[in-house]
């Protein structure tokens, strides 16, 4: 089982970005999936979930109205299209799955799978 995260890159403030999060080895469609970042020196953080059906995301306050979370029809991706980017953005970005949608909220991180990250870089 494996989730693939992909797209990270250098950007100047106020570009877009748009991350890639591929799962296999299994079927995730029972899954809620979503991504966590981690700038350096600071703890990982939470940033965006998306449940399994797609019907419902939540969004940490800092990045609400800025980017946006999908998932193919296959569902096993999900997209994190990131808009109006600001050097505060700047962090490695994991996507990981649950089965419980609510665990994304709980500081603990308890995953059922993470990805490994892709680095977000983004200049002022």
């Known amino acids: 089982v494996q989730l693939q995260a992909s797209g990270g890159g250098l950007v100047q403030a106020g570009g877009s970005l748009r991350l890639s999060c591929a799962a296999s080895?299994?079927?995730?469609?029972?899954?809620?999936m979503g991504w966590f970042r981690q700038a350096a020196g600071k703890e990982r953080e939470f940033v965006t979930v998306?449940?399994?059906?797609?019907?419902?995301?939540d969004y940490a306050d800092s990045v609400k109205g800025r980017f946006t979370i999908s998932r193919g029809d296959a569902k096993n991706t999900v997209y994190l299209q990131m808009n109006s980017l600001k050097a505060d953005d700047t962090a490695v970005y994991y996507c990981a799955a649950s089965t419980v949608y609510n665990k994304f909220f709980s500081s603990t991180y308890q995953m059922d799978y993470w990805g490994k990250g892709t680095l977000v870089t983004v200049s002022s």
């Open positions: 080895g299994r079927t995730f469609n029972r899954y809620a």
């Open positions: 998306i449940s399994s059906s797609g019907s419902t995301s």
